[in-house]
């Protein structure tokens, strides 16, 4: 009994050593030689130790005779890599498993909170950090200079769009500018706008005042009296000239009402009996004032009588005022007519210039056309508004100068 229990054990031992050595052969092998060895003709070191190298030159493991299986389960420390006490780490110049979880400090283990780097043990380790350290500091100075330059010029950039911008705005501001509508383009226009309304077809008030004849002749004055020949010949007739109003520069009222031989024709709404003295006294203060300045000229209207034809004129005024409603619409009108005739006359006596309409010098002169204009633009005059009586006068010259102006456009 006691013999088969023996035979038994040895039987056992003899296979668990038999399955442990075929176990052993199917492993892939590492050689491991502390100088001068290889691993299967290797040529990279591992862990510092010179001469020592992997399979066909490269990193990696290659089969030998003897050696460990770096993927064995096994718990024994001389077969495991991934405990930190294994042969493998020992023979490797003391490097242990990189994955030990063994807290000695002679495990160089990544992950091992308290390893020890050697920087301050290990020579070999400890000066390549210096170098990385030197390496690292070097590296942030002169991206600190960069970093300061690249500030630089960034700040120049925006100097310069600041000065782009500014530039730009003053564009602006002067195309803004020439947009704006200006009261001298304005003005351009409008006059523009009316000289060819007056051109086609003027109205008969815009005759008789005067507008239309001096629209014209602004237009044949900015041709320019030198090329006033260009024009076609249109003849003017003395009768007709006799009966046009001119204003010098500057001078006031209108001395239509002045003219000829001063009867005065009354309208029916200022016909009134009781307005017999005051008629009366405008005829003869306007006769007086007139004689004056044909027997002197440069003489000026006394003032006794400048009082008595505005206090005429006064009286007038008010009495249409009252009775406007006893009145046709016809007969105010040409009531106020007349009113505003008499005070541009009374205006036109109390200029000192007005002497000037009685001696000639602010008549209408010419043959024709061209050198009415001449005149007038030498003279500095204009024409004033029709009196009654004068607008057949009115509508000839305002034709003749329509024709007038109409060629010398065309030939200028």
Request: without cysteine; charged residues 20%.
């Amino acid at each position: 009994m006691t013999t088969l229990r023996w035979l038994g054990v040895l039987t056992l031992v003899t296979l668990t050593w038999e399955a442990s050595r075929v176990e052993a052969q199917m492993r892939p092998q590492v050689n491991v030689t502390p100088l001068g060895g290889g691993l299967a003709g290797g040529g990279f070191g591992i862990g510092g130790f010179p001469g020592t190298g992997l399979a066909g030159g490269g990193v990696g493991l290659a089969p030998g005779p003897v050696g460990v299986n770096p993927y064995s389960l096994s718990t024994a420390p001389s077969l495991n890599p991934f405990l930190g006490a294994s042969t493998l780490g020992t023979t490797l110049g003391g490097i242990g498993s990189p994955y030990s979880l063994s807290t000695t400090s002679s495990a160089f283990s990544p992950y091992n909170p308290y390893y020890n780097p050697g920087l301050y043990t290990d020579p070999g380790v400890g000066i390549g950090y210096t170098f990385q350290g030197a390496a690292a500091m070097t590296q942030a100075a002169g991206q600190y200079h960069k970093d300061i330059q690249t500030a630089r010029i960034l700040r120049e950039q925006s100097r310069q769009s600041a000065i782009e911008t500014a530039r730009r705005r003053i564009e602006f501001e002067l195309w803004k500018e020439s947009m704006r509508p200006t009261y001298a383009k304005l003005r351009e226009a409008e006059m523009a706008a009316e000289l060819d309304l007056i051109r086609k077809d003027a109205s008969d008030s815009d005759i008789t005042s005067g507008k239309a004849l001096n629209v014209l002749l602004r237009s044949i004055q900015s041709v320019g009296s030198t090329k006033l020949n260009r024009g076609p010949q249109v003849d003017l007739a003395e009768s007709t000239l006799k009966r046009i109003n001119l204003n010098g520069s500057g001078a006031a009222g209108n001395v239509g009402m002045l003219k000829g031989d001063m009867k005065l024709v009354w309208p029916e709404g200022l016909s009134n009996s009781s307005l017999d003295e005051t008629r009366s006294g405008v005829t003869r203060r306007l006769r007086e004032a007139v004689r004056e300045l044909k027997d002197d000229p440069d003489s000026q209207v006394s003032k006794d009588k400048l009082n008595d034809l505005r206090e005429y004129h006064k009286k007038l005024t008010n009495y249409l005022n009252e009775s406007a409603n006893e009145l046709s619409t016809g007969q105010f009108i040409d009531a106020r007519t007349f009113l505003n005739q008499l005070g541009g006359a009374i205006k036109a006596l109390a200029d000192p210039n007005t002497g000037k309409h009685f001696d000639n010098t602010w008549s209408a002169k010419g043959k024709n056309v061209a050198e009415l204009i001449a005149q007038m633009t030498r003279d500095g005059l204009t024409f004033n508004s029709a009196t009654p009586g004068d607008e057949p006068a009115y509508r000839a010259l305002y034709q003749a100068l329509r024709s007038f102006e109409a060629g010398l456009q065309a030939n200028k």
